[in-house]
């Protein structure tokens, strides 16, 4: 059997706290970041939540949010939200707030600030067909790189049982440097069945592809590219 391959678009700007990112998904988005999500304001109804704000959907808690996950949130198109503390500040937004959130989700894009006192949100997540497109922004610019080295590390453990724990030391430096100018990474991944040996590896090649919000522009123009680095993470 043939290995298997995945990849993941990543670029970073940490003075504006933002990721673009394509091959992550909402349900990795949620096991993968470092503070973990409580409660979520949608921008539109999905039917999970028992607890509405104006046009807005509340999702409240670990239940709801696991509901979520196994919905199918590629179906949803555009799918944004915003995480907060708990609903008495939701209760508190103003109505200029109110618009700055309309609009952040709708154009992806904040008008002043994506993070909202009254909300005390670590994050914004903002998406269109679930894992193709996601723009992402956190409080804490460490997190931006934390989600996506945890989502490589989810990957690895797919396939060799939850061994994997931490990236190399020169790979995980090599990926904080080529993120900022907009990368693509490609993991060669054993197949599952095959991961039961002492030992197998990971190919983990790095390409330097520059900044893109259109990812079919980016994804149907691969060929030439050559890799910056190709490294073997042996599991």
Not at 48 to 56: A, D, K, S
Not at 94 to 113: D, R
Not at 174 to 198: D, H, R, V
Request: hydrophobic share 35%; net charge negative; glycine share 4%.
């Amino acid at each position: 059997m043939k290995n298997k391959f995945t990849q993941i678009y990543a670029k970073l700007s940490p003075e504006r706290n933002e990721a673009v990112f394509s091959g992550i998904k909402f349900v990795d988005f949620i096991e993968c970041v470092p503070i973990p999500i409580e409660n979520i304001l949608l921008s539109k109804p999905v039917g999970t939540g028992n607890r509405y704000f104006r046009c807005f959907e509340l999702l409240e808690g670990e239940c709801d949010i696991s509901k979520l996950k196994l919905q199918n949130i590629y179906s949803y198109g555009d799918f944004c939200f915003v995480d907060y503390a708990n609903l008495e500040l939701v209760n508190q937004l103003t109505e200029e707030q109110i618009a700055e959130l309309l609009y952040l989700m709708h154009m992806h894009k904040p008008l002043k600030s994506p993070f909202f006192s009254p909300l005390q949100n670590n994050y914004v997540y903002l998406s269109h067909d679930d894992g193709w497109y996601c723009k992402l922004y956190c409080k804490e610019q460490q997190d931006l790189t934390s989600v996506l080295f945890n989502k490589i590390l989810k990957i690895a453990n797919e396939v060799c049982c939850n061994t994997v724990t931490s990236l190399p030391h020169d790979l995980s430096e090599k990926i904080t440097e080529l993120s900022t100018l907009g990368m693509l990474i490609q993991l060669n991944l054993p197949q599952k069945s095959k991961a039961i040996k002492k030992h197998h590896n990971i190919t983990v090649r790095l390409y330097a592809v520059g900044e893109h919000e259109n990812m079919d522009d980016l994804f149907n123009n691969l060929d030439g590219i050559e890799s910056q680095l190709s490294f073997e993470m042996q599991i």
